[in-house]
């Protein structure tokens, strides 16, 4: 079992900073795979970054990429959202996820949710 809670969301102004964190708990984070995932008002909640559970390889939607940096630190069952450059399109409530199998980009692989965190970007 897994549990997450994201935080550090706000509102920011565009080309400004924001750095969202996971934290997780359970014993078996480190077996996990970390996802986030973002769902602005009438759309689909959709990928935006993962990182393996090694940590070796990370993967990002085309629209962040250059501006968002997933990071993790297994000792501290935290992962993290750095978010750079911030665009209005950004706005959104973000989740982070864990799955232990499938693919990164697919919601019905991860296994575990947190309840989100609110990101605006005002223009």
């Known amino acids: 079992q897994v549990q997450l809670v994201e935080s550090g969301g706000g509102l920011v102004q565009a080309g400004g900073s924001l750095r969202l964190s996971c934290a997780a708990s359970?014993?078996?984070?480190?077996?996990?795979?970390i996802g986030w995932f973002r769902q602005a008002p009438g759309k689909e909640r959709e990928f935006v970054a993962a990182?393996?559970?090694?940590?070796?390889?990370?993967y990002y939607i085309d629209s962040v990429k250059g501006r968002f940096t997933v990071s993790r630190d297994n000792a501290k069952n935290t992962v993290y959202l750095q978010m750079n450059s911030l665009k209005p399109e950004d706005t959104a409530v973000y989740y982070c996820?864990?799955?232990?199998?499938?693919?990164?980009?697919?919601?019905?692989?991860?296994?575990?949710w947190g309840q989100g965190t609110q990101v605006t970007v005002s223009s």
């Open positions: 996820a864990a799955r232990y199998s499938g693919y990164y980009a697919s919601r019905s692989s991860y296994d575990y």
């Open positions: 990182r393996s559970r090694s940590g070796d390889t990370t």
């Open positions: 359970g014993r078996t984070f480190s077996s996990y795979s």
